[in-house]
């Protein structure tokens, strides 16, 4: 069975960091791409931030570019986001996602984590 | 990366159908055939129920269908079950490896 499961989240006051941390079991980690995706509270989806499979191909929406970063240990079976310069906006559940066609954002989600940017 | 446009909400009756809309461009919606819809129920993470337009992951209903038309994506919920009352987000190959989500819809079963 697929499972991912975020942590990592919690209060931060604006220009903070957080590391998310999400942790991947039953499939082949190694060999899917991996999405972060978020949502504000009663708003809607927002893709973040996406990795291929040996960790290249990274890209960032422009909301979070130059402030949070991507990356993966396939070693650990883990998907990372390091979160800096955080501002109020970026209050949000935090979702992991498998990319397991291409194409699509998320096939498998895990169950969020969320972020809280406030002084 | 602008949100693609769906309706804020759509009803129906029980047994009735009921078609969502997502417009994209031609760099989103309208120059891939990956667009893909999510139901997400309150409190709950999203799930996936249609894929590269029109195809249907195991275990979702057939009354999940999916189509496109140019810059315009459509989900038809057809037989309407009070299950199916959630809000539904589109979501797009942009290219590059981007994707972005459409505005969401909440569907309300009467």
């Known amino acids: 069975e697929v499972q991912l499961v975020e942590s990592g989240g919690g209060l931060v006051k604006p220009g903070g960091s957080l590391r998310l941390s999400c942790a991947a079991s039953?499939?082949?980690?190694?060999?899917?791409?991996m999405n972060w995706v978020r949502q504000a509270p009663g708003k809607g989806l927002e893709w973040v931030s996406s990795?291929?499979?040996?960790?290249?191909?990274?890209y960032y929406a422009d909301s979070v570019k130059g402030r949070f970063t991507i990356s993966r240990d396939n070693a650990k079976n883990s998907l990372y986001l390091q979160m800096n310069s955080l501002r109020a906006e970026d209050t949000a559940v935090y979702y992991c996602?498998?990319?397991?066609?291409?194409?699509?954002?998320?096939?498998?989600w895990g169950q969020g984590t969320l972020v809280t940017v406030s002084s | 990366q602008s949100a693609l446009t769906q309706p804020r909400s759509v009803s129906g009756s029980p047994g009735q159908s009921v078609t969502i809309s997502c417009t994209g461009t031609?760099?989103?919606?309208?120059?891939?055939?990956?667009v893909s819809w999510y139901q997400q129920h309150p409190g709950k993470a999203p799930k996936l129920m249609i894929y590269?337009?029109?195809k249907r992951p195991s275990g979702v209903p057939d009354r999940f269908s999916g189509s496109k038309s140019g810059n315009t994506a459509s989900v038809t919920i057809s037989g309407l079950q009070a299950e199916d009352e959630a809000d539904y987000y589109c979501?797009?190959?942009?290219?590059?490896?981007?994707?972005?989500f459409g505005t969401g819809t909440k569907v309300t079963v009467l």
């Open positions: 996602t498998r990319e397991g066609i291409f194409g699509v954002v998320a096939d498998y």
């Open positions: 039953g499939f082949m980690f190694s060999g899917y791409s």
């Open positions: 990795i291929g499979s040996s960790g290249g191909h990274i």
């Open positions: 031609s760099s989103d919606v309208g120059g891939y055939n990956y």
């Open positions: 590269d337009v029109s």
């Open positions: 979501c797009s190959y942009a290219g590059s490896y981007t994707f972005v």
